[in-house]
């Protein structure tokens, strides 16, 4: 029995073949195969010449320019400006909003300075969000989210985003995650928590399941689910039973 | 903030793959400049990314292709990487006399008019063969089965022999 031509094209190129003792003892022993592996070799050697042709030289970068890239830009001094007055601005409008929870915490706190009593501890509504954990993947052209558990309370807010890959992020602690080249589970049995998806415009086709159930597609252009596009693009979807 | 163990990671990485994803995304693209963003765009997003992931390599081409398509589909190149030194570095080919670049474009164009007359799945094939990606790599950044990888390769290469050879003949 010859070796087939998938045999012959692992040889050539150093790849693992099934029961290499017997392959290599047949090589050994047959010329027709090692003229065909011989070939295959030179036919290859041709075609990668011709492909040279379309050779450019490559670009003089390196690691460690690449590398700088990489990291966050720090704001110049006039964003930063820019930043601490727009905070104020909106600092303010949140104090003159009748009935803001800000002006009795502004005058808790001057009293505290005033050694009258003790600051508050922020009302739940104020607190700093909790820390986030999450996964990304490059989504095959069919890719799948499953959230395991249909949970009363939680929701996921999906937005489309300009990057390559699907990213997944809630509250830490309250999933874990797995992922390969088609699907990404989500283990949210007994989280309430809202869970922020971006998905790349560039997908082919994303569905989002809850418990095996479709609650959101996104089918190239087309986006269909029954939760409507929110101000700012995004979808709040239920992930109630 | 990546580690210090990341970043020689990452190091030796780049200087093993960049070179292969550059070529490989010249010669689908017949973009030079393109290909160079693209690449750096792709090992930037994994620097960011803080970690390795399982198969880099087919990481880095997926998440390439998909910048590439990206890109393609909208041509707004929002971070253009290649400082005006570089930029010759891409293109700074000695310049070389008319005639020698008439036969050089003559034939450059008959690979590239054979390649682009191939179905997209047997160019990318083709072209991470010819760079000597690994089956598994080829096979988990085109999502094919890895058994069938060597013949698939074989058939690509035929593909593109026969529309070099006869121009008429489309695979």
């Known amino acids: ?241 | 903030m990546a580690t210090a163990s990341f970043h020689d990671q990452f190091v030796a990485l780049f200087e093993r793959q960049f070179q292969k994803l550059y070529r490989y995304l010249d010669r689908l693209s017949g973009e030079p400049e393109l290909a160079a963003d693209v690449a750096q765009e792709a090992f930037i997003r994994l620097y960011r990314r803080g970690s390795l992931p399982d198969a880099p390599e087919a990481w880095l081409i997926s998440v390439a292709m998909n910048l590439f398509r990206n890109v393609k589909s909208s041509r707004s190149r929002r971070r253009w990487l290649l400082t005006p030194a570089r930029s010759e570095g891409v293109l700074g080919d000695p310049p070389p006399s008319p005639e020698q670049a008439a036969i050089a474009g003559e034939a450059r164009g008959k690979v590239r008019a054979a390649l682009d007359r191939l179905p997209e799945r047997e160019r990318r094939l083709l072209l991470l063969g010819a760079e000597g990606y690994s089956y598994r790599d080829i096979a988990a950044a085109l999502e094919l089965n890895e058994a069938s990888i060597g013949t698939l390769l074989a058939r690509a290469r035929r593909a593109f022999r026969e529309c070099y050879e006869d121009p008429s003949d489309a695979p």
């Not at chain 1, 820390?131 to 999906?158: C, M, N, Q, Y």
Request: net charge neutral; charged share 20%; glycine share 10%.
């Open chain 1, 1 to 241: 029995m010859h070796l087939d031509q998938e045999q012959v094209q692992r040889l050539m190129h150093g790849e693992p073949v099934a029961d290499p003792h017997s392959v290599r003892q047949h090589l050994a022993s047959c010329t027709e195969c090692r003229e065909r592996l011989d070939a295959a070799g030179r036919d290859e050697a041709e075609v990668f010449a011709l492909l040279r042709q379309l050779d450019h030289r490559p670009p003089a970068t390196d690691a460690a320019a690449v590398a700088s890239q990489a990291r966050p830009i720090r704001p110049a001094w006039g964003q930063w400006a820019a930043g601490i007055l727009l905070l104020a601005g909106a600092a303010g409008v949140a104090y003159a909003v009748p009935g803001s929870p800000l002006r009795d915490w502004v005058r808790s706190v001057a009293a505290w300075i005033g050694g009258s009593e003790r600051p508050p501890a922020p009302a739940p509504g104020q607190t700093p969000g909790p820390a986030l954990a999450g996964i990304a993947a490059v989504p095959g052209p069919e890719f799948v989210i499953t959230f395991k558990s249909p949970e009363s309370g939680g929701h996921a807010r999906v937005s489309l985003s300009d990057g390559a890959e699907v990213s997944v992020r809630g509250p830490l602690g309250a999933a874990s995650y797995t992922s390969d080249a088609n699907r990404l589970v989500i283990d949210n049995q007994g989280s309430g928590a809202t869970f922020e998806i971006e998905i790349p415009r560039t997908a082919a086709r994303v569905e989002i399941r809850v418990a095996g159930k479709r609650i959101f597609l996104k089918d190239r252009a087309r986006v269909v689910t029954n939760a409507a596009e929110e101000i700012g693009g995004h979808y709040l979807l239920p992930l109630s039973p």
